[in-house]
C-alpha cells in the first residue's frame, strides 16, 4: 500500500497556484494515535446499572479530553468485525503526553477497569517528500489532519521493505505517481498518512476514510498491481471501524 501519498485521494478543482494562492498557516506538528480496546467477558456479567455508570465514566473523560484545544478524540466501534478489538479511539493532540494523561483516566473509570488495550499505534504528521503532480499545491498540509466523519476508518501499521530507502529518489517519485494516479480514481476515499519513524514498531500508519467499504476494497486491490507494492514488507493488522459521533453510542454496541 501507498503510505506516503496524498491525505485525500479526492482532487482540488480551482485549486490555486502561483502567486494567487494564499499563504499556508503555520500549523503544529501532530501527535496521532489509535488505541483499540477490548472488554473482559466478566464486565457483561455485571448489573446493567454496574455496566451503564462505567460506561458514563468513560464517556465523561473523553469529553473532557474532546473539549482540550487542538484535541481530536473520535470514536468507532468493531464488535461483530474483529475478535480482538471491540472499540478504537483515534486521538489526535498536540503533546504527547496528552495520551498517557487521558488513557490513565480512562483505565480509572469503572469500565476501564475491565478493558485490556489489544493494539496502540503511535505516529506523527509531517510533509511528503513526494510531489503530487496531480495537484502540486496539496503536498504541504500534510502537517495537520483534520479528521472527517465518515461512515468507516480503515486503519493499518505499514512498513517498506530496506530496499525501498535504497532506490534514487527519481525512481521513488516515479512509483508515487503511479500509486497517486490510482488514488485519483477512488475520490470517495480520503487517506490520513502519518509517520512512526524511532517512535513506533512501524513506519506509517495510514488511515482511510470513506463511505462505502466496497470503494476501499477496490481501491487497496487496484493498488496492489503498482510497481511500488514490491516493496511492501508488512501492511496488517487491518482494521475496520464503524464511526459512532458520540462515545456512549460507541459503547453502547459492546
Not at 485549486?15 to 501527535?31: D, H, I, S, V, Y
Not at 489509535?34 to 466478566?42: I, M, Q, R, S
Not at 469529553?63 to 484535541?71: A, R, T
Not at 476515499?189 to 463511505?211: C, R
Request: net charge neutral; aromatic share 12%; charged share 25%.
Amino acid at each position: 500500500m501507498r503510505p506516503q501519498g496524498r491525505p485525500s485521494f479526492s482532487g482540488r478543482p480551482g485549486a490555486q497556484t502561483g502567486e494567487e494562492a494564499p499563504k499556508r498557516p503555520n500549523l503544529p506538528t501532530q501527535f496521532v494515535n489509535f488505541t483499540f480496546f477490548k472488554v473482559d467477558p466478566a464486565w457483561r456479567r455485571l448489573s446493567d446499572a454496574e455496566q451503564q455508570k462505567g460506561k458514563e465514566e468513560f464517556a465523561a473523560v473523553v469529553k473532557e479530553f474532546q473539549n482540550k484545544p487542538g484535541m481530536f478524540v473520535l470514536s468507532y466501534s468493531l464488535v461483530g468485525i474483529r475478535a480482538d478489538a471491540e472499540f478504537m479511539l483515534w486521538r489526535i493532540a498536540n503533546e504527547l503526553e496528552t495520551f498517557q494523561e487521558m488513557t490513565s483516566q480512562l483505565m480509572r473509570t469503572g469500565l476501564g477497569k475491565y478493558l485490556t488495550i489489544t493494539y496502540s499505534y503511535l505516529s506523527m504528521t509531517k510533509r511528503s517528500v513526494y510531489v503530487d503532480k496531480m495537484d502540486p499545491e496539496h503536498q504541504n498540509p500534510r502537517t495537520h489532519i483534520i479528521p472527517g466523519r465518515s461512515k468507516y476508518l480503515f486503519i493499518y501499521p505499514f512498513i517498506k521493505t530496506r530496499d525501498w530507502y535504497q532506490l534514487s529518489f527519481p525512481a521513488r517519485q516515479g512509483m508515487m505517481d503511479e500509486h497517486i494516479q490510482v488514488g485519483s480514481k477512488y475520490p470517495s476515499v480520503k487517506l490520513n498518512t502519518t509517520y512512526s519513524f524511532g517512535i513506533d514498531d512501524q513506519e506509517f500508519v495510514v488511515a482511510f476514510e470513506a463511505d462505502d467499504a466496497k470503494d476501499f476494497l477496490n481501491l487497496v486491490q487496484e493498488l496492489r498491481e503498482t510497481e511500488a507494492s514490491r516493496y511492501t514488507l508488512r501492511d496488517v493488522p487491518m482494521f475496520t471501524c464503524i464511526n459512532h459521533a458520540d462515545i456512549i453510542d460507541a459503547l453502547n454496541t459492546l
